[in-house]
């Protein structure tokens, strides 16, 4: 009889002290509940969290009515039994950790004081939502399905489609705070030991308070700190994340976000697309090979214009040269300072098309765009060449398949058009040097960041440069470049 | 280690941002709309006095670009400057009296040289052609055929830019005519000076309506002949002098002689019989050798012909066929040979004898080429191949 009330005690100061630690919420609920055999039960979870439904229908009615059988619950499954402790032979302290992180994660704690247990039951809410197609990367050909915020199901999405049992999936946690859940996934037998070795050294070697989405592990990860090229790439589709995990990559999931990091990445890699593999294959060469003319595009067309129209008049045919003059007459800004004006106004335009809702931002655009251009070429404020210049950029920037690649692309622009603004094509050209040698010296997870092409693996271009059909493609399916790899000191 | 990483990185970052500022980067930009985009460049030198005069046609960009629109069409696509002055580096530096824009001369068409000033000499002008840094030597030269005044003020049919329709008319008479070679440029000109060579270089000549004229004038007038500009035979230069004019039939047999693979259309008259012929030069070799030390020159020259545009009855059957090819071989065989009798005679050593043999007798050259009778103890052997291998579409004209 002692010995029950010592133990009512402890749970009611166990209580007492999980208030206090969650700093009493308002969705924290204690409820008691007395089953047909007249025992006490105890109940605590968090109401915002929790599938309530499932709670009451499976654990909680079942209880009550004396029909709970662990066994015979459908619903609890290995992962959702989460827990089972001794509650008297338990420590306060780890009582109380325990049941903090069980009720953050979702989980119903249940104690039955009797029996001496203390248990965690997970009944996490489905707060997820649908599975969608992703926006960023959308395609013509191909899977629609999008990865979530919920880590678990984008595993399901992978092991979908890879049902291997090389496939792996390393879960660890890391934040400080949010104590985030995330998972290195790599193909066991495909992925170079060493890099999944470096890859899990790094994701263990963050330290950091919160993790809310995948960038704040990229940054922790990445090889170069200083460079507008990412050296991580990231997708939110699930074909695309498990053709680069069939290639020996590592895939890094971050509970939260359907952004999952690929690593390691080349240049190239960036004007591939899954994409290519649903079509043709001349076909998807040629689209590919319009991305990478879309990359000169995007970067260098409003330098070359710079440079060529202030500097070196003399490299463009006469005709060409004429009509650019007659639009310049009477335009009262200098070439750099048109250029720059307009490529900012762009930018501003196409950031406020992306925050305003959808149906605002596509008025905006046109508004932006056609009227903001036109009246400004009417008005002799800036030459009809520079909307073209700027359009064509704009228009060949969103060609690159990833995102985070295109804003590179749009950074890198400026850096040229300083550059042709002040010394012409010597400063491109010296700008050219500068990006190569900084790109030849970027390494993402141990692989050159120009791979295959320097250094040079001849068997890789069939795969990077053309798309070959599939059973010329190489029987190996790790690229070579992949094969190589060392562990980085 | 990064902080010393860091600070070499700082310091290569200085190192260019001061080494940037020697090139001549910022110093040189020029807005395009700043500039006068010449045209076409025309000279005259005074022999007597000196005195040069350029002529610079100055495009104006928004009357050409807009030429299809009304907005600039009543303005001149292009202005002619006058300069005049005792040397061409004063001249230049001296136009801005008048130009409000700054000249750059790597866009012109055409060089207009007056005849007066050919005869005199060209070697200034294309050095001065030359120092100029930006100035393309691979546009074509001609010489006024008249006034250089009148050529260089004068709006033409069809092409806004005066030097627009001549370029593209020298092109078109060098694909379509044995008229006109390739070899007309300004630097073809300065590369025969080291041999002393003969060339020979367009002539140009100006045909006005009223003194005074609007573009839009000209434009709207249908007689394409009342305003413009004609190319009418050839200058012949030795060294950098003009010597003779040649006229179209000269031009011919000089091309054909020189090994120009252009195409002619020519009428003939064989036995009395007149017929208008196609001629083609497809092959051409010369080769010289040396017959007691006097100079052998042999030219080789395979030519097709063909009846395309004849409109005279044409060869019905094989024996005519071959009759032709017998008649124009005998027929140009002795017009190529009287052409060349002509030139020796005049001293004109057009075939490059001289140049033949200092390049096969190198040792001999000396010594063969100091007998100022070498040319006309030459001996010149024309081989003419004729074949006929384009019959036109009418068998038996109306």
Known sequence: ?489 | MKERKRFAIGKALIATVLMSTVLTACWDKVEINDLALVSMFGVDIDPETGIKTLYYQIINPLAVASAKSTSGGEQAPVYTYKLTGKSFGEIRSLAYKVLPRKLFVAHYKAVVVSERTAQHGLREIINYIEVQSTARSSIPMLVADGSIDKIMKIFLPFDRLPSDSVASRLRLLTQESLLMSKHIRVKDFSEQLYDSKFIVMPMIRGKSGSAKQRSSEIASNIDAEENNLFISGAALFHGDRMIERLNDTDLIWYHLLTGVKGKQTLKFQLDGKKITLQIKQVNYNKTVKLNKNKPVLTINMDLQLSTGLATEPIPQNWEEVKDLERKMKQYLTSELNQFFEKTSKKGWDLLDIRGEVKRTFPHKAKMVLNNSQYLKEADVVINVGVKFLNIGSIIKPF
């Open chain 1, 1 to 489: 009889m002692q010995r029950g009330r010592d133990e009512q005690r402890k749970w009611s100061d166990l209580c007492h002290k999980v208030q206090e630690t969650l700093g009493s919420p308002s969705d924290l609920v204690f409820r008691t509940l007395l089953t047909v055999e007249e025992k006490t039960i105890h109940c605590i979870y968090l109401e915002s969290i929790v599938d309530k439904n499932s709670l009451e229908e499976y654990i909680l009615k079942p209880l009550m009515e004396g029909t709970f059988s662990e066994v015979e619950q459908p619903y609890v499954n290995e992962n959702r039994f989460v827990h089972d402790l001794p509650f008297s032979t338990s420590s306060h302290d780890e009582l109380l950790l325990n049941v903090i992180d069980a009720l953050l994660a979702g989980q119903s704690v249940l104690a039955d004081l009797s029996l001496n247990r203390i248990r965690m039951f997970n009944v996490t809410g489905p707060q997820h939502r649908q599975i969608e197609e992703p926006k960023s990367e959308s395609i013509v050909r191909g899977p629609r399905e999008g990865f979530t915020e919920n880590v678990e199901l984008n595993i399901g999405l992978i092991r979908k489609r890879i049902r291997n049992p090389h496939l792996r999936f390393e879960k660890m946690k890391i934040g400080n705070q949010t104590d985030t859940t995330v998972i290195l996934a790599y193909m066991e037998n495909i992925a170079p030991a060493s890099l999944v070795d470096e890859a899990r050294r790094r994701l263990q070697s963050i330290q950091t308070d919160s993790i809310l989405e995948s960038a704040y592990i990229e940054e922790w990860i990445q090889d170069q700190r200083w460079s507008p090229f990412p050296t991580l790439t990231n997708t939110e589709r699930p074909d695309a994340a498990t053709a680069q995990l069939l290639d020996g990559k590592v895939a890094v999931m971050v509970d939260g976000t359907p952004n999952v990091l690929l690593a390691p990445v080349t240049f190239f890699e960036f004007f591939s697309s899954p994409e290519d593999h649903y079509q043709r294959a001349d076909i998807a060469t040629f689209i590919r090979w319009i991305r990478l003319i879309s990359f000169f595009i995007a970067v260098f067309v409003p330098s070359m214009y710079v440079a060529v129209t202030t500097f070196h008049q003399e490299l463009l045919p006469s005709q060409f040269l004429i009509s650019l003059a007659a639009q310049r007459e009477g335009v009262p800004l200098p070439t750099l300072t048109e250029v720059l004006l307009m490529e900012i106004v762009f930018e501003i335009i196409r950031e406020a098309g992306l925050r305003m809702p959808r149906a605002i931002g596509q008025a905006l655009s046109i508004v932006g765009a056609i009227v903001l251009g036109q009246a400004a070429v009417e008005a002799s404020l800036i030459s009809a060449a520079i909307v073209i210049v700027v359009a064509v950029t704009g228009i060949a920037n969103f060609v690159v398949p990833t995102y985070s690649f295109g804003i590179s692309q749009r950074l890198i622009r400026f850096t040229f058009v300083l550059l042709a603004g002040f010394m012409g094509m010597v400063g491109i050209l010296c700008g050219l040097l500068f990006m190569l040698a900084h790109l030849a010296s970027i390494k993402s997870f141990g692989v050159p960041y120009l791979a295959p092409a320097t250094p040079a693996f001849l068997s890789d271009w069939k795969e990077v440069f053309v798309r070959v059909p599939r059973p010329w493609m190489n029987k190996n399916q790790t690229p070579k470049f992949m094969r190589g790899l060392k562990r980085r000191k």
